[in-house]
């Protein structure tokens, strides 16, 4: 794990106990430790994309000194929806998400065949799981994650 970012979160807002989430700002940036996960998130989308589109772009972003952003798989990205929320399903400190459809960087074998030509995605406005097709057709809003070592 990399005790220098998990300081810098604890430095910037002190000890908090019980916080699963924990928002500071690098960079004019937003970014957001997951304390359960030991995940950083990207509070942002970076707009709608096609998936290869997303990847790349995720794999791109340089922020200080954090590098490797990746697209969240989809048990990381369902870990921040909250069921019980009504409205947008994400914890509060998420302020810059969309109500709609996120990419997730887990694919997804087509029916009866191994052929790979879907990819999940997870609607935040109300939790639901689907599939769309890798093509440059289908567009969603993805974020990016970095992972604390």
């Known amino acids: 794990m990399n005790k220098k970012l998990i300081a810098s979160f604890i430095l910037s807002f002190g000890?908090?106990?019980n916080a699963?989430?924990?928002a500071k700002t690098?960079?004019?940036t937003k970014i957001i430790l997951d304390t359960t996960t030991n995940i950083v998130w990207l509070d942002k989308d970076i707009g709608k994309k096609s998936f290869k589109d997303a990847i790349s772009a995720?794999?791109?972003?340089n922020i200080g000194s954090y590098e490797s952003w990746r697209v969240p798989s989809y048990n990381?990205?369902?870990?921040?929806?909250?069921y019980e929320k009504s409205g947008l399903k994400v914890d509060d400190k998420f302020t810059e998400?969309?109500?709609d459809g996120y990419w997730t960087s887990t694919l997804s074998k087509r029916h009866y065949t191994d052929e790979i030509k879907r990819?999940?995605?997870i609607r935040l406005n109300t939790?639901?799981?689907g599939t769309s097709g890798l093509s440059d057709d289908y567009e969603m809003y993805t974020t990016c994650i970095h992972d604390v070592y």
């Open 15 to 17: 000890i908090l106990l």
């Open 119 to 121: 990819a999940w995605f």
């Open 97 to 99: 998400f969309k109500a």
């Open 76 to 82: 990381e990205l369902i870990s921040i929806i909250n």
């Open 26 to 28: 690098e960079y004019d």
């Open 20 to 22: 699963q989430y924990i």
């Open 127 to 129: 939790g639901l799981d």
């Open 58 to 61: 995720c794999d791109e972003i």
